[in-house]
Nanobody
Framework: QVRLVESGGGLVQPGGSLRLSCAASGISVSLRAMGWYRQAPGKQRELVASLTAGGSANYADSVKGRFTISRDNAENTVYLQMNSLKPEDTAVYYC????????WGQGTQVTVSS
């Protein structure tokens, strides 16, 4: 059974940073294309960053240059380093597969506000 548990969200001022974690069980993140998604109130869930099994990263234009996706194979965890946060980054953040999605976790709330 696949389980994805996101953590690391919180309230941060504009310009601040957060590091999100996604602990996976039931799958090996090193063998999957994984992604970080977010869903803001009233909006559809969107993919903001992805990492292939080979280690290639891609980002949505809205976060390019500010967010970095990475993984720790030994910990079976995917990370999202978020810098220079903006109010429009406020959303619930989720991780999941990019090509094939698994049951969604509870997500972690990120709120960027002064």
């Amino acid at each position: 059974q696949v389980r994805l548990v996101e953590s690391g969200g919180g309230l941060v001022q504009p310009g601040g940073s957060l590091r999100l974690s996604c602990a996976a069980s039931g799958i090996s993140v090193s063998l999957r294309a994984m992604g970080w998604y977010r869903q803001a109130p009233g909006k559809q869930r969107e993919l903001v960053a992805s990492l292939t099994a080979g280690g290639s990263a891609n980002y949505a234009d809205s976060v390019k240059g500010r967010f970095t996706i990475s993984r720790d194979n030994a910990e079976n965890t995917v990370y999202l380093q978020m810098n220079s946060l903006k109010p429009e980054d406020t959303a619930v953040y989720y991780c999941n597969g990019k090509v094939y999605t698994y049951p969604w976790g509870q997500g972690t709330q990120v709120t960027v506000s002064s």
